[in-house]
């Protein structure tokens, strides 16, 4: 994944994980969703936004990195 120099809002998060929802378990949308409740900070929405960022178009095998990457973030927020 390259890295990106533009910081994006909680709500460009949002969006992205609503645009992505039909290609994500409902676990992790929903896991993801109260996430982004508790007002993250800005590496984490950054990162978030990126694993999300053409989720339905990569391999199932991505997908899948993808969603470690995304579980071992929530869980290392609580």
Same mark, same amino acid.
């Given at each position: 994944?390259?890295?990106?120099?533009?910081?994006?809002?909680?709500?460009?998060?949002?969006?992205? *994980?609503?645009?992505?929802?039909?290609?994500?378990?409902?676990?992790?949308?929903?896991? !993801?969703?109260?996430?982004? &409740?508790?007002?993250?900070?800005?590496?984490?929405?950054?990162?978030?936004?990126?694993?999300?960022?053409?989720?339905? *178009? !990569?391999?199932?095998?991505?997908?899948?990195?993808?969603?470690?990457?995304? !579980?071992?973030?929530?869980?290392? &927020?609580?």
């Amino acid at each position: 994944m390259s890295t990106c120099n533009v910081d994006h809002t909680n709500q460009e998060v949002f969006d992205k *994980l609503q645009s992505q929802q039909e290609f994500l378990t409902s676990s992790l949308f929903e896991q !993801i969703s109260l996430y982004l &409740q508790s007002n993250p900070g800005q590496d984490d929405l950054n990162a978030l936004f990126h694993l999300l960022k053409k989720y339905d *178009l !990569i391999s199932s095998e991505e997908q899948e990195i993808r969603n470690r990457s995304m !579980i071992e973030l929530l869980s290392s &927020q609580q």
